[in-house]
């Protein structure tokens, strides 16, 4: 039941997985757009949480600065579709590529820091690159300060298998679809021989060089892949609030995918969906419950998570399961 | 012959009669019955521009206080306000939630210029009234094209371009050295200062420096502007960087003419923290009456705020800038409120907000009229020079028409 | 050339205000091999516990020491509530603890205290040095007031037991438990120190920048940044490393790239250096031979 490596059970869930895409295909019919919105926000986040696992859970490396991701592949589709116009769905690729290529550059050099020194230089590029994005003579491409509207798009059909379609709702399958995608990714990339060779450069780094695996290249990649997917995730939350702009991007948002990371449990693939859910939904619980300090709140249960659960949702649910399963012999 | 007249006078009244009321009958959109308006917000209670949640905080505690006293038309006045942190994304996902799930009638004052770049074509196409923006970007200006957004803030533009005329009138030799905030907000007011000045603006200014939000200070942006040989000074800042600009360009022993923005002007929140002695000379521009002026300790309409915010907001200072303008918004939104009686359609809201004839806002300077028309959004026609005498802020020359 | 001269005095006093904030940082490695994000928070909250007393009467000096002996009080009960249960979980729960107690003050700070900024005293004279107007007599005072605990935080590591076994207790904590030290609570007097080294920092800017829940959050990045170029495991190293920060900044700014880009510029040359010398300038180099 776990989509981690390090677990003895391989077998994939058929049946939780069908039905979870069942359930997924038909909630947009059930709820508000609004709603829909949300849901596809959530799933823009899990795809980036993925890609955070990649690099920290399975490389071991450090990154406060996965934002710079999420704005370069946000900024890929907005220049492409305002500029170009380019159609919202081919920017994706786009971004991937762009994003893959500027993690692996940054991968190459970050990769003689560790710990401490590699979490700076990630932290230093998330504060570095919202002041580029205003460099004045960047701003005939990036909007500068004022950033870019998007025009959100269209369904393509009016209706499928009779059931109205509209904005919101074809953009939630779209992002169901590319979130899919990116898990599959995901899932054979760490199953196979990059997942292991990265355990074993995170774990055993000397070992790891010794038995012939190129670790810097390998640690490279990792930033390379994780940048791509935090980047799809930029393009998509980029085409889902139709605008961009240097303010979206903070060092905050670093933070919170990094928190998200975490809370969700840091080398599993639900864990990402899990991360995912806390991140947009629990800021605004904590409103809810206080308006005076909400992030007060916030924290708290940031800190409670850590404590009740240190191996995230996604591990405390593992254990839970555990504990109801029948004894095999 | 007369059986028929008879018969279609009275059709006529009774159609008269059954028309009146029609006319008089009460219109509502989403968000708007016989017992509540409700009205959305966004505004940032937390991160970087916390500061500015004074306002949101203000204008709750006045739609709470004129509810207990029997609201608007009979109307209680639901206000939503919710956080965004400043954040554009979390805007949008907020202002959907109003518009979409807790159907508002209308978005009041929400701030920030990307935050209301964000949202601005979503209102539009909705076609909810999205009102009063507390910002002073020009671009909300604009009837013809977004003729459901209406700002509030007198134009960031005009009032650089306000500054750049006095110098050309009082000191055309001047040499202008500007420090401004690297986003939208300072750049507007560069922008309009620079136009302002027109052809000799790249001969005047002799000397330029941007910070960061995030920057811890702006002291080597002083440094070099003072070794610029300067002698004029356009401060455009946010209000904990002009106390620290106000302040460090006294600590260099630099004494230009100096420009401050409108918006960090408050006595309470900059100058005095700043130092008032090494505030002397400040010019600016004011339109909202200032909590520490005291000119005002004996306006009725002071006395009501001070007594709101001691009752409802207690950790809210009557001399922060910020409550002052929340208070003097939220009138404005009631005097909309009230112009468009019990047709509380959206259209109809719009419609009352581009007929403002003249309004004297009370917590508005007295003179500061209030005027708009459907092909002019612009709110405040005219600005007002004032000048920091080391206790208040003093005008000085006529109000001047702006554009 | 008198400007040139004046961007690098600036530099330093900035300088100052990084270093001050970097020997908390230091401070707190060097007792937990932890890099404490909240540091910057902790050291805000302090600041305000200041301004409260002052503001309620008390004389500056008084509150100046109330407000350290507090703050030390804080950062032990922090260690020993919030931060001991997850003292052997994995860096990144710790990381995401210290996110969340950052998260916590910033919040609680601005609810009592509210966002509008606040003027805090400085113990040092209005008028400028000497007459120059270069520096501040606030700033060029609060130099001294960092370099004097550089001092007393270099003799407390270097030539006091309780440093020495403090220093243990952060490399190898079972060995020392075999030695008789008690780990644990040399965690939470590292943490009580750092708290106290903070609020003094915090005292020191914020006669400079204003008083705001917000008024770390920039300088703790360039307070981490000098601390890693002079080399974390050194507090004359992290002390350094703000200095050559300030003065980096400074004249980047103002002669090299212009203001619009400095913060980039800046933090790319300091990766720079951490990649020609990944230690810092001062750290020392562990070497570990397979």
Known sequence: MSFNLLSSENSIPWIRIVLGLILACILPFFISNYSVFQASMVLSYAIALVGMNILIGYSGQISLGHGAFMAIGAYTSAILMDKMNIPYWMTIPVAAFICFVVGFLFGLPALRLEGHYLALATFALAVALPQLLKFKHLEFLTGGVQGIVIMKPDPPWETLFGLRLNSDRWLYFFTLAITLVMFIVGWNLMRGRVGRAL???RDQPIAAASMGINTPMYKSLAFGVSAMFTGVAGALSAILVAFVAPDSFTVFLSITLLVGMVIGGVTSLPGALYGALFIQFIPNIADQISKAAPWAIYGSMLILFMYTMPTGIAGALRLLGEKFRPTRS | MKKRQFTLTALCISLIGFAIPAAAEKKYDPGASDTEIKIGQTMPYSGPASAYGVIGKVQAAYFKQLNEQGGVNGRKINFISLD???????????????????EVLLTLGTLGTPSNTAIHKYMNTKKVPHMFLATGASKWNDPKNNPWTIGFNPNYHSEGKLYAQHILATKPNAKIAVLFQNDDYGK???????????????????????YEVTDPTIDSQIVSLKGSGADTFFNITTPKFAA????????????PTHYLNQVSASVGSVLKPAG???SVGLISMQYIKEGADSRWDNDPTMKDFKALIKKYAPEVSPDDGNATYGYAVAQMMVQVLKQAGDNLTRENVMKQAASIKDFQVPMALPGVLASTSPTDFALFQTMQLVKFDGKNWIEFGKPVAVN | METFIHQIVAGIATGGVYASLALALVMIYQSTHHINFAQGEIAMFATYMAWTLINAGVSYWLAFVCTILLSFSLGVLIQRIIIRPVENAPVLNIVVVFIGLLVILNSIAGWIFTYTIKAFPSPFPKEPPFGLYFISSHELGSIGVTMVLLLLLYSFFKFTPLGLAMRAAAQNPDSSRLVGIRVGWMLALGWGLAAAIGSVAGMMIAPVVFLEPNMMSGILLYAFAAALVGGIDSPGGAVLGGFIVGILENILGAYVIGTELKLSVALVLI???????????????IVSRV
């Not at chain 2, 954040?87 to 979409?100: A, D, F, Y």
């Not at chain 2, 620290?244 to 004494?255: D, F, L, N």
């Not at chain 3, 720079?272 to 300038?281: C, N, R, S």
């Open chain 2, 188 to 210: 507007d007011y560069f922008n309009g200062f620079k136009e302002g000045l027109g052809a000799k603006a790249a001969s005047m200014i002799v000397s330029q420096a941007s």
């Open chain 1, 199 to 201: 355990i074993a450069i």
């Open chain 3, 271 to 285: 990766i720079v250096v951490l990649t020609i010398k990944p230690a810092g300038l001062f750290g020392k180099v």
């Open chain 2, 244 to 255: 620290q600009a106000i302040r460090k360009v006294s600590e260099v022993g630099w004494k």
């Open chain 2, 84 to 102: 965004d942190g400043y954040s554009p994304p979390k805007t949008v996902e907020m202002i959907r939630r109003l518009v979409e799930q807790d």
């Open chain 2, 276 to 278: 008032l002695d090494v």
